[in-house]
Nanobody, 123 residues
Framework: VQLQAYGGGLVQAGGSLRLSCAAS????????MGWFRQAPGKEREFVAA???????YYADSVKGRSIISRDNAKNTVYLQMNSLKPEDTAAYYC??????????????????WGQGTLVTVSS
């Protein structure tokens, strides 16, 4: 599975962005998909995940401001982020795992990673 994340950019605080993660090589319909982010000097952290059956998980830091969704027909996963804050500034990575039984909030649960897309939120 090859994943490509895109949609990052520069946005003012309070604004919105929609990140996309397109997959090739395999259909994603049976995979759990996740979004993680990594700010400079910090560890990569969980943001959101969606299981093959549609169950979703969110980090407390983005809950209520973000929505993860998937379009299996397009083999794409999205992360809609609203009310962005400067602390949301980071490189955002998408990831995939074949195993729904693994904790989707853990980095080690994922088998495949895309390259990051940079989100910068100005104050």
């Amino acid at each position: 599975v090859q994943l490509q994340a895109y949609g990052g950019g520069l946005v003012q605080a309070g604004g919105s962005l929609r990140l996309s993660c397109a997959a090739s090589g395999r259909t994603l319909s049976t995979y759990t998909m996740g979004w993680f982010r990594q700010a400079p000097g910090k560890e990569r952290e969980f943001v959101a995940a969606i299981e093959s059956g549609g169950a979703t998980y969110y980090a407390d830091s983005v809950k209520g401001r973000s929505i993860i969704s998937r379009d299996n027909a397009k083999n794409t996963v999205y992360l809609q982020m609203n009310s962005l804050k400067p602390e949301d500034t980071a490189a955002y990575y998408c990831a995939a795992t074949r195993y729904d039984y693994k904790d989707p909030r853990r980095r080690l649960s994922y088998d495949y990673w895309g390259q990051g897309t940079l989100v910068t939120v100005s104050s």
